[in-house]
C-alpha cells in the first residue's frame, strides 16, 4: 500500500448533516497502518462533530482514486469497497481517477458541492486537501485510507496491512532455497517501509539467518518497466522470493520473476493489497490483501443511520480486513511444516496473541 494507497491509485463517489456535539478532548492514536498508513495525529479540532446526526434518506458515495481501479491491488480494492457499499446501504455511487494534486481537490469539492454524504479520497495523499477543504462542506464525510488525522468531518481509514506481511515473510524464509529474499516499492515511505519490516520481521522469525537485501524503490507506482528492471537486479543477487508494495506497477514485478522462473530457476512473487494470486499463479506464492470494503460498509451505515462520528479504529487481520491467502495452484510447492507454521501464526495474529511490528512514527499535527 502506500501514501495514498497501491497497484494503480484512484476513481469514486452525497447528502449529511453533522450536528456539533460536547467537546470531547481525545489524544493521539498511535497506530500505524498497512500499505499506506501512518501513525494517527492529534484531532485537527477539539471539538467532535457528529456526522449525520439524523437518518440520511437520500444516501450518496463517492470515491476518487489516484490510479486505475483495473490495476489488481490498491485502486481495484476501493472499487470493489465501492460497490460493497452499494449493495449493503442501497446508496448512489460514484468514481472518478484523479492522478494529480489539482484534480484531486477539484474531485472531492466536486462531489462535495453535489451534497454527496460520504467521499473517499483513496490514500493518504488526498488528507491535507480534506482537511483543507472539509469546513466548507460540513455536511460531507471525508474519509482518508491511510490518513492519519481525525478532523473535524474528516476521518482516516488506519489499514494494518503489516498483519499479512509478517506472514508473507515467513511464508519467503521458508520457501527460499538461495537465503535470500527482497522487496519492490514504489515510495520510500512511513506506511511502505512498515510493510517491509513486518516481511522482515516474519522472516526472520522462521529462519534467523535469512538475508534480507535492501528495498528497491522505483519512485513509481504504476511504471511496469522500472518494476520490471528493480526486481530483475534482485533476482541477480539471488533472491528467490520477491514482495512488492506497488500499484499497477506490480505486473512488472511478476514479470520478471515469471520470465526467470521459466529458466529453470524457483523463484516467486508476493503480492498485496488484493488477492493477485490469479494475476500470474505460476511464481505467485501467497497475497496479503486488504477487504477495504468491510472497513467502508461499516462506515458508510453509520453515516447513514446518523452515528458517525470521525475516529482512527486500526482495521487488521482481527477485524478481517487484512488478510493472507495461499494460492491453491501453487500449495503442493509449500511444506507441510511450512503450512503449519503459518497457520499457527496466523492463528495468533488474529487472537491477538502474537504481535506484529507496526511503524510508531511520531505524528504531527
Known amino acids: 500500500m502506500h501514501l495514498h494507497n497501491s ?23 498511535g ?11 492529534e484531532p485537527t479540532t477539539k471539538e467532535i462533530v457528529k456526522v449525520n446526526p439524523d437518518p440520511v434518506a437520500d444516501f450518496k458515495v463517492a470515491l476518487v482514486t489516484p490510479g486505475p481501479v483495473s490495476d489488481n491491488g490498491w485502486n481495484a480494492g476501493a472499487y470493489k ?30 462531489y462535495a458541492r453535489k451534497n454527496y454524504n460520504m467521499v473517499i479520497g483513496h490514500g493518504g495523499e488526498f488528507e491535507q486537501i480534506a482537511l483543507k ?103 541477480d543477487q539471488g533472491a528467490d522470493v520477491i514482495i512488492q508494495d506497488l500499484d499497477a506497477a506490480a505486473q512488472g514485478v511478476f514479470q520478471a520473476v515469471s520470465e526467470r522462473s ?10 498485496t493489497n488484493s488477492d493477485q494470486n490469479a494475476v500470474m499463479p505460476d511464481v505467485i506464492l501467497a497475497s496479503a490483501p486488504i477487504d477495504i470494503g468491510k472497513a467502508y460498509v461499516a462506515i458508510a451505515k453509520e453515516v447513514k443511520a446518523g452515528t458517525f462520528k470521525p475516529n482512527a479504529t486500526p482495521y487488521n487481520m482481527k477485524t ?6 495461499l494460492n491453491p495452484k501453487l500449495l503442493d510447492k509449500i511444506p507441510a511444516d511450512v503450512k503449519a507454521k503459518l497457520d499457527d501464526a496466523q492463528k495468533k495474529i488474529t487472537d491477538g496473541s502474537l504481535a506484529v511490528p507496526h511503524e510508531n512514527a511520531d505524528a504531527k499535527s
Open 133 to 235: 477543504i472539509e469546513k466548507d462542506f460540513p455536511k460531507t464525510l471525508f474519509v482518508i485510507p491511510s490518513g492519519r488525522k481525525i478532523g473535524a468531518n474528516t476521518t482516516p481509514v488506519v489499514l494494518q496491512l503489516e498483519d499479512g506481511a509478517y506472514l508473507c515473510g515467513m511464508l519467503a524464509a521458508g520457501m527460499s532455497k538461495s537465503g535470500k529474499i527482497a522487496s519492490v516499492g514504489a515510495e520510500k515511505s512511513v506506511p511502505v517501509e512498515s510493510v517491509f519490516k513486518a516481511f522482515e520481521a516474519g522472516a526472520k522469525a522462521f529462519k534467523p539467518g535469512i538475508t534480507i537485501i535492501p528495498t528497491s524503490y522505483t519512485g513509481d507506482w504504476e511504471n511496469v518497466g522500472a518494476a520490471k528492471h528493480a526486481t530483475e537486479a534482485l533476482l
Open 7 to 29: 497497484g494503480s491509485h484512484l476513481n469514486h463517489i452525497r447528502t449529511n448533516q453533522f450536528s456539533a456535539i460536547s467537546l470531547i478532548a481525545i489524544s493521539a492514536i
Open 81 to 110: 469497497g465501492l460497490q460493497d457499499i452499494k449493495a449493503e446501504t442501497g446508496a448512489e455511487i460514484a468514481n472518478v481517477e484523479a492522478k494529480t494534486p489539482g484534480d484531486q481537490e477539484s474531485n472531492l469539492t466536486q
Open 320 to 325: 478481517g480486513v487484512i488478510g493472507f491467502v
Open 31 to 41: 497506530i500505524m497502518g498497512c500499505g499506506r498508513n501512518e501513525t494517527p495525529a
Open 262 to 271: 521459466k529458466s529453470g530457476k524457483a523463484v516467486y512473487a508476493i503480492g
